[in-house]
């Protein structure tokens, strides 16, 4: 279902699993921070509406969405989270910088899930302007933070039921 017809922040909060046990991890890009920063805040509210615990949630920045897999995979190498949601936003200019910073950070975060028994959460919103991002960040379509809280507590739970 595409984003125009759904609401990032609407979910069936009774399919959520209690979160007070779980730790997370955030990488979360500096760059659009007008946009990454209310994405960060929607994830750590929507994790903590879940039961998570302050002192269970790590947030560390990097320069920018190209370095959300290397920024994440050494999240994962901590030992110290049971997921990771990287978080980024990508707006099309005027040359093909945007595809080749899509693409990695895409395949990056893509190798990291076949890599890792951590789940690392696709936070990554690419746009064509900043209109379509602030529209996803707690605008007219919601809030992509949210989802990939959700995600992320639905993901851990996952893993924790296979390891049983």
Same mark, same amino acid.
């Given at each position: 279902m595409s984003t125009a017809h759904h609401n990032l922040s609407d979910y069936d909060v009774d399919s959520v699993p209690d979160a007070s046990?779980?730790? *997370? /991890? !955030? #990488? #979360? =890009?500096?760059?659009?921070?007008? +946009? %990454? /920063? $209310?994405?960060?805040?929607?994830? +750590?509210?929507?994790?903590? @509406?879940?039961?998570? @615990?302050?002192?269970?949630?790590w947030v560390q920045t990097v320069p920018g969405s190209f370095e959300?897999?290397? /920024? =994440?995979?050494?999240?994962? @190498? =901590?030992? @110290? #989270?049971?997921?990771? +949601?990287? !978080? /980024?936003? #990508?707006?099309?200019?005027? %040359? $093909?910088? *945007?595809?080749?910073?899509?693409?990695?950070?895409?395949?990056?975060? %893509?190798?990291?899930?076949?890599l890792y028994d951590v789940p690392v959460i696709y936070g990554l919103i690419t746009t064509n302007n900043m209109q379509q991002a602030e529209d996803r960040c707690g605008g007219t379509l919601g809030n992509k933070g949210d989802e990939c809280a959700i995600t992320a507590i639905k993901m851990v739970d996952f893993v924790c039921k296979l390891k049983k």
């Open positions: 046990s779980m730790r *997370f /991890g !955030i #990488v #979360v =890009s500096e760059w659009n921070s007008n +946009i %990454t /920063g $209310p994405l960060l805040e929607g994830a +750590i509210a929507t994790l903590k @509406k879940h039961g998570a @615990k302050d002192e269970h949630i959300l897999t290397f /920024g =994440s995979a050494q999240m994962v @190498k =901590s030992g @110290k #989270v049971d997921a990771v +949601i990287a !978080i /980024g936003c #990508v707006v099309r200019g005027d %040359t $093909p910088h *945007f595809d080749y910073v899509c693409m990695g950070a895409t395949n990056g975060i %893509t190798q990291l899930n076949t």
